[in-house]
């Protein structure tokens, strides 16, 4: 059973920055997608961005294109979230999720790993 870890959240004001980091147990599978979604209070979860382990390309939401970049540490089976120009409506906790597959995956349902959330909040 692959374990998610996410660390990094916290509070930040409006500008801001903030790096999260979602570290695997084990690589997951040989290929493989990581992805970040986050779920604000009263609201569905919703997707960030994703990464494919192969070669790194990456898809994100409208909502965090130009300010949130995703990357990956092959050796440390690590994935990271740069957020930077943080808005109050980026407060949420935010989850990493993982599944095999070699395409940029978009949905929840898509997802067969997930991590237990890290929260940030953005102060106005």
């Known amino acids: 059973q692959v374990q998610l870890v996410e660390s990094g959240g916290g509070l930040v004001q409006a500008g801001g920055s903030l790096r999260l980091s979602c570290s695997a147990s084990?690589?997951?599978?040989?290929?493989?997608?990581m992805g970040w979604f986050r779920q604000a209070p009263g609201k569905e979860r919703e997707f960030v961005a994703a990464?494919?382990?192969?070669?790194?390309?990456?898809g994100y939401a409208d909502s965090v294109k130009g300010r949130f970049t995703i990357s990956r540490d092959n050796a440390k089976n690590t994935v990271y979230l740069q957020m930077n120009s943080l808005k109050p409506e980026d407060t949420a906790v935010y989850y990493c999720?993982?599944?095999?597959?070699?395409?940029?995956?978009?949905?929840?349902?898509?997802?067969?790993?997930w991590g237990q959330g890290t929260q940030v909040t953005v102060s106005a």
């Open positions: 999720a993982a599944r095999s597959g070699g395409n940029i995956y978009y949905t929840i349902r898509q997802y067969d790993y």
């Open positions: 990464i494919r382990w192969s070669d790194s390309g990456t």
């Open positions: 084990e690589r997951p599978f040989s290929g493989g997608t």
